[in-house]
């Protein structure tokens, strides 16, 4: 039995320019109910329940001797305010088990079967985000299929994005330096600047009895500690970032300690490094060398800010380190000295294999962890001194600079020496050695050299 008079609900077009689907008009509504046979067994036909703008049909049904009632499973209406679709009724469930298809049972005819399985027609609006398509991206180039791979990655970024990363950063750094000159010189300018530098022009006296220039030990030690520096910073970056040791040491008394190649070589330098700052420390003490270093006056800290806004502001001070350093070369120089290679020294045997390992509450109280926090710091004070000091030797008279610290030349008047050329010759030389040590300490060199005091292994 069918009923009619409900209004359609219509929706979206079938395809594309075309009316609203379904048709405008009345929704049958239909309602079916299958009368028992003679057979009391229920019976499921062969076929599925249609419905059509509101028509309910059923295809393909075989009514043989498997044919069931099932209430039907009733939803949202279809118009608003309507009762839930579709009407209260029966569907005929079907069953794989049936063998008769005797005949098709149709509820409203008139309305039009339409195939449904295709899908509708429509344009493509979602595409892959940016996550799928930064691991492979492809186009088409005159019919094949070019992929193209990410770039090259340099540790989390790829080499464009390093170089966008330079120039943004480089970028920054120089508009902030150029701020920062603005702003002191504007500040030096002023009345209080000028009292200022008046008061404390950078540098104060050093007390009676100090010594003039430099002796030609200083020269010497100043090489051998400039040569192993380098060493122990690049062997050091070799031990923190190797993965998988290529050869190992073990002393000949003890073949079960083993450490790395490269860690042998590090700690090796160390103990020449160490050697050459003792003696260091003791001829700065023998012959008076320490009061150029080491603060003896109060004093020394407004006139290493002094100094220090000068460097600033791009008039650089006026100094002559054959007599005495500035403030802030003292303060520099005094924590390298007395404050970071002590540092060095302290965590580095606590890493190395020379800590004793059955004193339990001296490592206690002096944990690895903290040797190991700190070290690598230090090592960096070391890369950035390094760096200002070779910039400054440069930047504020080289000829005059290289001769104080390799020639051992100079004079009071700061100009004396300006053209001699002897500083700069041995620092040359110096820097082929040092260059000459860094491509020597290869594997296999530092191998010949570690079998002289142990044994050398694969593992």
Same mark, same amino acid.
């Given at each position: ?13 079938r ?18 109910? !299958? ?23 059923i295809a ?14 009733r ?8 009762d839930?679709?579709?009407? *209260? ?7 794989s ?6 005949? *098709?049972?149709e ?8 195939? !449904? ?9 979602v $595409?892959?985000?940016? +996550? ?12 094949? !299929? ?5 770039s090259?990655r ?20 120089? @508009?902030?330096?150029?701020?920062? !000159? ?5 500040l ?7 009292? %200022?530098?008046?008061q %404390? ?5 050093l ?12 020269g $010497? ?27 190992? $040491? ?12 490269n ?6 330098? /160390? ?32 006139? +290493? ?9 791009? /008039? $650089? ?10 403030a ?9 000295? %007395? ?16 800590w ?27 890369v ?31 100009n004396? @020496? ?19 040590g860094w ?21």
């Open positions: 039995m069918a009923t009619f008079g409900t209004q359609v609900r219509r929706g979206l077009p395809r594309p320019s075309g009316d609203p689907w379904p048709p405008a008009g009345d929704a049958p509504v239909a309602e079916l109910t !299958v009368a028992p046979r003679e057979n009391p067994t229920p019976i499921r036909p062969h076929g599925h329940l249609r419905s059509f703008g509101g028509a309910t049909s393909n049904t075989d009514f043989g001797p498997s044919v069931a009632q099932r209430g039907l499973r939803g949202l209406p279809r118009i608003v305010g309507g839930p679709w579709p009407a *209260t009724g029966f569907a005929v469930a079907s069953t088990n049936d063998v008769e298809r005797p005949r *098709t049972a509820v409203a005819p008139s309305v039009p079967v339409v195939d !449904v399985s295709s899908p509708l027609p429509f344009p493509r609006t $595409w892959p985000g940016v +996550a799928a398509r930064a691991f492979e991206r492809e186009r088409r180039v005159d019919g094949p !299929v070019i992929t193209k791979t990410e090259e340099v540790g989390p970024f790829t080499k464009l994005q390093w170089a966008g990363i330079v120039v943004v950063v480089g970028g920054g750094l120089l @508009y902030a330096a150029a701020m920062a !000159v603005l702003a002191v010189r504007w030096l300018s002023t009345r209080w600047g000028v009292e %200022f530098l008046a %404390f022009p950078g540098e104060y006296h007390p009676a009895g100090a010594p003039v220039g430099f002796p030609a030990w200083l $010497w030690q100043h090489f051998f500690n400039v040569f192993l520096m380098v060493l122990i910073i690049r062997s050091g970056l070799q031990v923190r970032t190797e993965k998988r040791p290529t050869a190992f $040491w073990s002393p000949r008394t003890n073949g079960k300690r083993k450490i790395s190649l860690l042998w070589f590090h700690q090796s330098l /160390d103990i020449l490094w160490i050697v050459n700052g003792v003696i260091f420390v003791v001829l700065l003490f023998v012959t008076g060398q320490w009061l150029r270093i080491v603060p003896t006056s109060w004093e020394v800290f407004p006139n +290493a800010i002094s100094a220090a806004l000068q460097y600033v502001s791009l /008039d $650089w001070p006026t100094d002559n380190g054959w007599v005495n350093y500035n802030l070369q003292q303060l520099a120089y005094f924590t390298t000295v %007395f404050v970071a290679a002590p540092l060095a020294l302290i965590t580095g045997v606590r890493m190395s294999g020379i004793p390992k059955n004193a339990k509450s001296l490592s206690r109280i002096y944990p690895v962890e903290w040797a190991r926090a700190v070290h690598f710091p230090v090592m960096l004070y070391f950035l001194f390094i760096f200002v000091h070779v910039v400054l030797v440069f930047a504020t008279g080289a000829l005059r600079n290289l001769n104080h610290m390799y020639a051992a030349q100079g004079s009071v008047d700061p004396a @020496y300006g053209d001699n050329w002897a500083g700069l010759w041995i620092f040359s030389a110096s820097i082929l050695v040092i260059v000459g491509v020597a300490a290869r594997p296999l060199t530092l191998a010949s050299i570690a079998r002289l005091f142990g044994n050398v292994g694969r593992n």
